[in-house]
């Protein structure tokens, strides 16, 4: 396990610290890349996460604090050739190894990368099929404010999906149903991890 000697950011500290994602490194090998994806594919099965997305080619999508993209690429396959996926982080440093990664293996074109404040989504109303938030909303210091101006961003029927540790759940529910949000299933792909998929409810009408 990677920890970050310096927190550069909600997901940069978030998502690396949990999923061992290398900081700091300006260049890493393909090797690497490849044996790091083939851990994580591993450990946390992403199909699970792209499924509860809901999202297929043209679909555009929000991935929030996207680190170095780990999950960033499936959901870039998912959506491609024509979709679009937004990965967003406070850290242009993880960002570029994000492009790394996607270079790798040729999806870097169907990735628009951003970066954005550690406390505002940084997306566009009405404009987006799901939203992703993987390992990131327990460092928000209001999760409910920032869920409300997420769900905003979502176009009608649109999905926000949660991804977390178990012992994050309460907290994420919690959040979530303050924000206005509704429920729609939730799931437990791996021991470690719960999958929870929302709509905008009652913040749409």
């Known amino acids: 396990m990677v920890v970050c000697v310096v927190c550069l950011g909600v997901a940069a500290c978030g998502r690396n610290e949990a999923q061992g ?26 199909e699970k996460v792209v499924e509860a997305l809901a999202i297929g080619p043209g679909s555009r999508v929000a991935d929030i ?12 396959r ?17 960002l570029d190894l ?12 169907v990735v628009d990368r951003r970066v954005v404040g550690a406390e505002t989504p940084g997306l566009e109303d009405g404009t987006y099929d799901a939203i992703l938030l993987a390992e990131v909303d327990h460092y928000f210091a209001d999760p409910v404010a920032w869920m409300r ?27 979530a149903r303050k924000a206005g949000l509704v429920l729609k299933t939730e799931s437990t792909p791996v021991p470690t991890h719960f999958i929870a998929i929302f709509v905008a409810g009652d913040l749409k009408k």
Request: aromatic share 2%.
């Open 65 to 76: 604090g996207a680190g170095s993209g780990l999950i960033t690429v499936h959901l870039a």
């Open 98 to 109: 994000l492009s790394q990664r996607l270079k790798s293996v040729g999806l870097d074109g």
């Open 149 to 175: 101006s997420a769900a905003l961003a979502l176009k009608p029927g649109g999905r926000l999906v949660i991804s977390n540790r178990i012992y994050h759940h309460a907290q994420t529910m919690a959040a």
């Open 21 to 46: 994602e290398p900081v700091g490194s300006a260049a890493v090998s393909g090797d690497d890349i490849a044996r790091e994806q083939a851990r994580f594919d591993t450990e946390r099965r992403p």
């Open 78 to 94: 998912a959506v491609a050739p024509n979709g679009r996926v937004v990965a967003t982080d406070i850290d242009g440093t993880v």
